[in-house]
């Protein structure tokens, strides 16, 4: 498809996989039409649940991203039910990501 984007998305145990994403569309739902399984909760930027890292390229929220304090905004940190990309990109994903930035009260 024209316009389309590549977005490699990378786990921290060394799997990968690309997906492609048009412009409207966010790296979620990308990711789902290719039945990669990630996680989200509210799907507007307000849970963190989506979170992603980005490694390469450039996107942008759909909408401000709630969720995200600006020093996760500034380490690159994105939320995938919101994000488009730009560029093609890189982007770090799965539970160690989320982990990073949202502690787990369960521990």
């Known amino acids: 498809m024209s316009g389309t984007h590549r977005v490699e998305l990378v786990w921290r145990d060394g ?18 039409a290719a039945e990669l399984g990630l996680p ?33 905004l500034a380490d690159e940190y994105v939320l995938l039910c919101i994000a488009q990309p730009r560029t093609d990109c890189r982007i770090e994903v799965g539970s160690a990501v989320h982990s990073d930035i949202v502690s787990n009260p369960w521990k």
């Open 40 to 72: 989200f909760g509210c799907l507007t930027g307000a849970c963190a649940t989506c979170i992603g890292r980005l490694l390469d390229g450039a996107l942008e929220h759909r909408r401000p991203p709630r969720a995200l304090k600006e020093r996760y």
């Open 15 to 32: 799997r990968a996989e690309a997906v492609a994403v048009s412009p409207d569309e966010t790296v979620l739902d990308a990711a789902e």
